[in-house]
């Protein structure tokens, strides 16, 4: 933890040969929260993790459990996830036309509700659901695609996102190539949640926390 600032580190990044140790790692440096990537290989190009890994991973930790929900039609499986350990359930607003419903559907099953964004997605698609939500995350890459950069241009709408929010106690997410670099810009534009995989999971995870925690105290 750091201020009101959360690490939530992606497990999609981790290596799964050594999976156990390195989510205890990341408990054991201080990570506030996972985050668990479904693909389905529709809604994304990629496969991975359904609710039989989430179930697997909600039996090695304590840390709570966010799913992002990368598929089409999400409302078929927040049961499953909730069910399988999810606290939290993120899901993309371009997936569905029942967005209400699923937010509404994961707070009922006893969850937080978020929706993410992908990059072409306007802030403006949150105006009328603010009420219902817990979180929302800024995709600062296209999900699902592995190697790609910062899009920098998230970062007004960054901005808008947390001016829109006002005074309403909604999380708000960063998702994609954050490093010690991109988190301090999110940071300044108003995040308080920062999913990290690779560049977290690459090398020693204690010093790579380390390094982004030193970034958001530099945020303030
Ligand atoms: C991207 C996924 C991310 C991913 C983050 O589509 O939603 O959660 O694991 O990994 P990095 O930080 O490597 O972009
Ligand atoms: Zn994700």
Known sequence: MCGEFKLTPSVFAADLADFAEQVAQLKASGADMLHFDVMDGRFVERIA??????????????????????????????????EAGADIVVFHVEATTRVLSCLRRIRALGAKAGVALSPATSEESL????????????????????????VTGMLPKIRKIRALLGDSPVDLGVDGSVDAQTIKLCAEAGANVFVSGGYLLKGSIAANMDSLRAALSEAG
Do not use: W
């Not at 697997?56 to 996830?81: F, K, N, W």
């Not at 105006?127 to 950069?149: A, C, F, H, W």
């Open 127 to 150: 105006r009328y659901i603010v009420d219902d939500l817990d979180k929302v995350i800024v995709m600062t890459v296209n999900p699902g695609e592995g190697g790609q950069s910062f």
């Open 49 to 82: 993790f359904g609710a039989d890994h989430l179930r697997m991973l909600r039996a090695m930790t304590e840390l709570p459990i966010e799913v992002h929900l990368m598929v089409e039609r999400p409302e078929d499986c927040i049961a499953s996830m909730i």
